[in-house]
């Protein structure tokens, strides 16, 4: 019980932190672009949910939630804009704890550069991202506890800026049906562009999952609340149902985005291997996202 005070009181601390950045001054946004086809199809709503690795990215906790002993997962996003994202990551377990970790690399290609108000552009560049983090979760008591160490970086044109940070997260299941999540992110040191410093897009995420022993717990229910320091509060939504070794179908729906929209996917399995697929959709023109999941349990 004590651990237990102990972990929920450092969420309160960090909670209230996480306002007090003036919304549009958040710099390495790229940290917000998540990662796995499921948690996409799930419209991220997976901070109590980790049917495989990629969850750890939004709650280190659920590290070792996964299937089997170990799990390696690529990532493949062709986003909007000419953004796209590539993302590899690897698991292994033991029987209370997991370590882990992943490489991301980012890009949006072909920016215009403009000096003035000059209508025609003179010429363009790209923005190049990284992200490599190392995870650890382990089990105490009834729920798992979980933090990751990341290092960032971010190239813009000549111009470039790193960061270390770390995520924190939590799991707790309540009953057989119904399992809580809370998570921590992004809490590190400032970017630095040329000669001024700006703060992290920082985030504070509590989840539920939910899977009725009704339906055999083939059918799970996900809801997230997150708070941003740069962006007002958002609520995910997903559901997904799974036919064991065969096949998976989800659906997904953001509430509060001004852009995002539905988000639908799904999954083929054979033996130890995994094939995800998630699209979402996005408002005002800005085109759709595919994201494209392997993933290999050993």
Not at 144 to 162: N, P, Q, T, V, W
Request: overall charge neutral; glycine content about 10%.
């Amino acid at each position: 019980m004590g651990n237990r005070i102990f972990l929920a009181a450092m969420f309160l601390i960090v909670l209230p932190g996480l306002g007090l950045a003036s919304a549009g001054d958040a710099s390495f946004i790229f940290l917000r672009l998540g990662s796995g086809s499921r948690p996409a199809a799930l419209a991220e709503a997976v901070t109590a949910s980790g049917a495989d690795i990629t969850s750890a990215f939004y709650n280190p906790a659920l590290l070792k939630s996964f299937e089997g002993n170990n799990q390696a997962v690529f990532m493949y996003n062709s986003y909007f804009s000419d953004i796209s994202q590539n993302y590899l990551s690897l698991a292994f377990k033991g029987k209370k704890s997991a370590v882990g970790g992943y490489l991301y690399l980012g890009r949006v290609a072909d920016m215009e550069r403009r000096t003035g108000p000059d209508p025609q552009p003179s010429g363009t560049f790209d923005e190049n991202n990284f992200v490599g983090a190392l995870t650890y979760s382990r089990g105490i008591s009834n729920y798992d506890f979980g933090f990751s160490l990341k290092y960032a970086y971010e190239r813009i044109d000549s111009e470039a800026a790193h960061a270390v940070m770390f995520d924190f997260g939590l799991l707790i299941p309540l009953t057989d049906e119904i399992s809580t999540g809370a998570a921590a992110r992004n809490i590190g040191s400032k970017p630095k562009f040329i000669d001024t410093a700006f703060d992290l897009s920082r985030e504070f995420r509590l989840g539920m999952a939910y899977k009725p022993k009704y339906f055999q717990q083939k059918v799970e229910l996900v809801a997230d609340g997150v708070m941003y320091s740069d962006l007002d509060s958002k609520l995910n939504l997903g559901a997904e149902y799974k036919f064991p070794q065969y096949f998976a179908l989800r659906a997904g729906y953001g509430i509060g985005w001004d852009s995002r929209g539905v988000s639908l996917g799904g999954g083929l399995y054979y033996r130890q291997f995994k094939f995800d697929y998630a699209f979402v959709g996005y408002k005002n023109d800005l085109g759709n996202a595919h994201r494209f999941t392997l993933i290999a349990t050993f």
